[in-house]
């Protein structure tokens, strides 16, 4: 079968055009019978969501890091309970390949399961997988149900599922093309046998969340089927019909109601893989026009022989995750929502690589393309006085991923994510409001931080510490909101393997908003024949389980390390301490502007340090009563207003100086050539 286009791609995102049996169906149902069948839907899927929950056995699944979704027998979504907006989107891809390619052989039947992985078919990287089922009421298809989750393991050359070092497809593990692996309501052993294989360093873990997604599934199809029952087949299919029109025609409206124009936003990551390289990860123009908008990407870097690359529809689900929480967040999660929305992706960019490229490490640089997004929507909207409170700083976006495996204190084999640092990152500064201190994952804003003794229960680690990361957050007017930091002592076994996934120890990823600062980078500290063990169990009454303090002292003794946040796997034995940290939120608008008062909180709250509150919001206070000095405070405000203006430069200055700098030529051998990002040369794999 071919690999689907990017013209197909892109056209299987759009809504299929109303048949007339749909408008027929649609024109039969009441408005109120309409508002209570959207509900159901939304109870539908909620109760199969905690199903899912449940039933996962990786941290992902734990934490809620999954989407379960409705769609219409053609393929298109109609409604979707999201821990992550990442896959809603883009699954109709999936759907409308199996039906555009399989209808005659192997046939789509009652009592099938369809799974992939493969984001050369529709998905994100191969982590995220994805079980449908056909809907079938008395023998005619009647809509499809699915559930998708990360699962943390791929018989990948790495453990984890995201292979930092990949050059190429080929060393990613498990790459699933849609495949037929149930019939009869009976998932097939060959296929079991098959599958677990490729989750070898953790083949019980990698069936549970198999047999999770399936059987949630199977829940949306026994509920979808309730309705039919109770209400019709044709109810359930106008029902549809009118969800999608109406998701279009509030999509539409919101769209209509920006500003005209064209709106752009760049970013940049600081490492590919391993490797210390600036790319431009994203060049966004976004053009509003009327009731339509278009992303443009020309101007994005190369494709690059590492792992760190996108296929277009995982940046397009990116983008969904922004939209969502933001834009349309009061609309259905549904096909019709994109479909004003265009997105042009240049070939060979690392938004769109070949074929043979490794793309595990994919939503490192598709997470740049969301926070461009919001940017670029932020510069948009302000000026619309019914809107302007929405607009935010991007969220945290970079992070200690920590993968750990080996066999547990119970003998069982394991490799899972410790999930803290992405779900407890800090929301970007808004217009009205600080960001939210830890409120989540910028991937899955719904995520939860899991239970540090559910942790220590499962895995050989000891939490030894859980805060907010102090000065994390940018400072602004209202400051982005803190990460958050946890230390993993390694206990209770001999060794574990870990390695660590990520971006962001150089250059912060979040751009913050109108004059805010941005959050900080993320180290990769471990410490190596660590006496913390000895010290707790000594009771070393001037021992600090404080993460400032053990890092400013070092009061923890040991072989510190100092590295990038992307590292390769090593052994560490027991007692070593790893660090987890979370980003902080970029911060939005001037820090001058903060109300003192509020920054005498954070410093109560310890989100922040003295050395913040004096040179970055340069406020004078009695440290010991914590009592704020009005008038010094005033005075030292506007001496540093005097000083910008005297170091301030016209643009056109500026702009003369600058288009002389370039970066060192080491770290730009895969951004292209400088400054367009242009290839240079083929890509060898």
């Known amino acids: 079968m071919p690999i689907p286009t990017l013209a197909e791609k892109l056209e299987w995102l759009k809504p299929a055009p109303a048949t007339p049996y749909e408008i027929e169906c649609a024109a039969k149902v ?49 409604n979707a309970s999201c821990g992550t907006y990442l896959h809603a989107i883009i699954q109709p891809i999936i759907i409308k390949f199996i039906q555009k390619y399989y209808q005659q052989n192997p046939g ?83 296929f079991l046998e098959m599958y677990s294989a490729y989750g070898m360093r953790a083949p019980a873990m990698f069936i549970s969340d198999l047999r999770a997604r399936c059987t949630t599934a199977d829940r949306v199809r026994v509920r979808v089927l309730e309705l039919a029952e109770k209400r019709g087949p044709e109810f359930v299919t106008g029902l549809f019909r009118k969800m999608s029109d109406t998701a279009e025609a509030g999509a539409r409206k919101k769209i209509r109601d920006l500003p005209d124009g064209k709106f752009r936003s760049i970013a940049f990551n600081d490492a590919i893989g391993m490797t210390p390289a600036l790319v431009r990860s994203c060049y966004l123009t976004l053009t509003k026009k009327g009731d339509r908008i278009t992303f443009d990407f020309h101007g994005t870097s190369p494709e690059n022989p590492s792992s760190y690359n996108v296929h277009p529809q995982a940046v397009v689900g990116h983008v969904a995750n922004f939209m969502y929480e933001y834009m349309f967040h009061d609309l259905p999660i549904c096909s019709s929502t994109f479909a004003p929305i265009d997105f042009i992706f240049p070939e060979g960019s690392i938004m769109y690589p070949d074929k043979m490229a490794a793309t595990s490490c994919c939503v490192y640089i598709a997470m740049q393309t969301r926070n461009a997004t919001q940017n670029a929507f932020a510069k948009m909207i302000f000026s619309n006085g019914a809107l302007w409170r929405q607009v935010a700083a991007p969220p945290g976006s970079q992070h200690t991923a920590q993968i750990c495996a080996g066999l547990s204190q119970w003998k069982l084999a394991y490799s899972d994510v410790l999930s803290f640092a992405l779900n407890t990152m800090g929301q970007g500064g808004r217009s009205a409001a600080d960001g939210m201190d830890s409120y989540g994952f910028a991937w899955c804003a719904f995520g939860r931080a899991p239970d540090s003794e559910q942790v220590e229960s499962e895995l050989p680690v000891t939490v030894t510490l859980s805060q907010h990361w102090k000065d994390s957050s940018g400072p602004g007017f209202h400051r982005g909101g803190s990460g958050g930091v946890q230390h993993w002592m390694v206990h209770k076994v001999p060794e574990v393997i870990s390695m660590c996934m990520g971006n962001g120890s150089k250059v912060p990823l979040g751009q913050p908003l109108f004059g805010g600062y941005a959050s900080s980078p993320i180290p990769g500290i471990s410490i190596r024949h660590s006496d913390l063990m000895k010290q707790m169990a000594d009771g070393n009454p001037q021992l600090s389980l404080d993460n400032r303090d053990i890092l400013e002292r070092q009061s923890v003794h040991g072989d510190w390390n100092y590295e990038l946040v992307a590292r390769t796997p090593k052994p560490y034995e027991e007692g070593d301490l790893l660090f987890g940290f979370s980003g902080g939120g970029p911060g939005y608008g001037d820090p001058l502007e903060r109300e003192p008062s509020e920054v005498l909180d954070d410093l109560r709250k310890q989100i922040i340090s003295e050395w913040t509150a004096r040179n970055i919001y340069r406020i004078a206070y009695d440290p010991e009563r914590r009592k704020l000095d009005a008038e010094k405070t005033k005075q030292l405000r506007d001496e540093e207003r005097r000083a910008r203006l005297a170091r301030g430069k016209s643009f056109s200055e500026f702009e003369k100086e600058w288009n002389k700098l370039s970066p060192p030529k080491e770290i730009l051998q895969w951004y292209g050539s400088w400054p367009d990002a242009k290839p240079t040369g083929p890509i060898i794999r």
């Open 108 to 190: 789509i039947k009652d009592g099938d399961i369809w799974y992939t992985n493969d984001a050369l078919y529709g998905g994100i990287h191969n982590p995220d997988q994805v079980a449908l089922m056909p809907i079938f009421h008395k023998g005619k298809l009647l809509a499809w149900g699915s559930a998708a989750l990360h699962t943390t393991e791929t018989g990948a050359i790495e453990p984890g599922g995201m292979p930092v070092s990949a050059k190429s497809r080929f060393e990613e593990g498990l790459n699933l093309p849609p495949m037929k692996i149930a019939e009869n309501f009976e998932i097939r052993n060959d």
């Open 30 to 78: 009441p408005q109120g019978d309409y508002e209570i069948g959207v509900q159901v839907t939304n109870d539908i899927l909620d109760e199969a969501m905690e199903v899912f929950v449940r039933s996962s056995r990786s941290y992902f699944g734990v934490s809620g890091d999954s989407m379960v979704a409705i769609f219409t027998a053609n393929g298109d979504l109609i």
